[in-house]
């Protein structure tokens, strides 16, 4: 079974461009949940996709979205990237369960590096 | 705040011995924590998952306990490989519907 994809895996945009990273999650899985990475400031969660509909939503800007597609795959967006965004965006994926619920396993894939000059 | 602290946030060792990572955290209600491995320039890796009602979990040589009362948990690497180098990441999920709480992690190297 083909693990979580993640396209591109580097990334490099200049200051007030606009990013999508995308996201293929284990066959069968639903739920796919973002991620950014920093040395700084460790893993912090974006938001989180069931059934095309997001399910919960971490402390960012506006600028990043998200969306998910009817093969599960999920797409994330942002807008007038700031200096601040370069980091590690990983995506995972699970069966069904809220990310996290019981004992239900995340499945990372191996993240898109951005970096914005 | 619900927050989840590691400690040391560095550690060295020497190949064949062992080594205990601690995590503490102020979550609650608490639903389950969890313990990844994540080599450099991957995705983090599950070891572990743990509910309120377990106090340890294995999974060959990594041993995670849990104390729901003190609100700590550790993780225990026995007899390290070169390969067990990485940084572990503890993780804390709270009431039904909240995300999961990170930790910054334990970078580990183990040194032949």
């Known amino acids: 079974k083909a693990g979580v994809t993640q396209t591109p895996r580097y990334l490099i945009k200049t200051r007030g461009q606009q990013v999508t990273l995308s996201c293929s999650p284990i066959?069968?899985?639903?739920?796919v949940s973002w991620y950014q990475q920093t040395p700084g400031q460790g893993l912090q969660f974006l938001f989180e996709?069931?059934?095309?509909?997001?399910?919960n939503k971490g402390n960012f800007p506006g600028r990043f979205s998200g969306r998910q597609f009817s093969n599960s795959r999920s797409e994330m967006n942002v807008s007038t990237l700031e200096l601040g965004d370069s980091a590690l965006y990983l995506c995972?994926?699970?069966?069904?369960?809220?990310?996290?619920?019981?004992?239900?396993?995340?499945?990372f894939g191996p993240g898109t590096r951005l970096l914005v000059l | 705040k619900n927050q989840v602290e590691q400690s040391p946030q560095s550690l060295i060792i020497l190949e064949g011995k062992n080594c205990t990572l601690q995590?503490?955290?102020?979550?609650?209600?608490?639903?389950?924590l969890r313990w990844y491995k994540q080599d450099t320039g991957r995705g983090p890796v599950s070891l572990t998952i743990?509910?309120?009602?377990?106090n340890t979990k294995s999974n060959g040589r990594y041993t995670a306990t849990l104390d729901a009362d003190t609100k700590q948990s550790s993780l225990h690497i026995t007899a390290s490989q070169l390969s067990d180098s990485a940084s572990y990441i503890c993780?804390?999920?709270?009431?039904?519907?909240?995300?999961?709480?990170f930790g910054k992690g334990t970078t580990l190297s183990v040194s032949s």
């Open positions: 995972a994926s699970s069966l069904g369960g809220l990310a996290g619920e019981g004992a239900e396993t995340q499945y």
């Open positions: 066959s069968g899985h639903r739920s």
């Open positions: 996709y069931f059934s095309e509909t997001q399910r």
């Open positions: 995590c503490n955290y102020t979550v609650s209600p608490f639903s389950n």
């Open positions: 743990m509910t309120f009602s377990e």
């Open positions: 993780v804390v999920k709270g009431q039904a519907g909240t995300a999961l709480i």
